[in-house]
């Protein structure tokens, strides 16, 4: 799955539904790389994504993520949740 364009607070609904709706056909990726901006709404988007993938049994990895989310990450204490470590731009 990618995510393309921004990922904020005015989109975010989207975006989420239709993550959500592959997370739950079983994808097992999220690309970030054509993220063009974000906000601490995408953070809670992948927490979500990553949450409901371990709840159907499956992983679920993120891919290319923004050094500005993985700042977000760390600032809300939550860094730990996403699976990356401290690698940005993973």
Known sequence: ?????????QNISGVLED???LV???VTAVDLSE???LD????AAALAWLRQAKESGHTLEL???PDSL???AG???????????AAPGH
């Open 75 to 85: 600032l809300y204490g939550v860094g730990d949740l996403l699976g990356l470590g």
């Open 40 to 43: 601490s709404s995408l953070l």
């Open 35 to 37: 993220v063009t901006e």
């Open 1 to 9: 799955m990618f995510v393309v364009g921004p990922a904020t607070l």
């Open 24 to 26: 739950r056909d079983g």
């Open 70 to 72: 993985l700042t977000l």
């Open 19 to 21: 993550g959500a709706a």
């Open 63 to 65: 891919a290319h993520v």
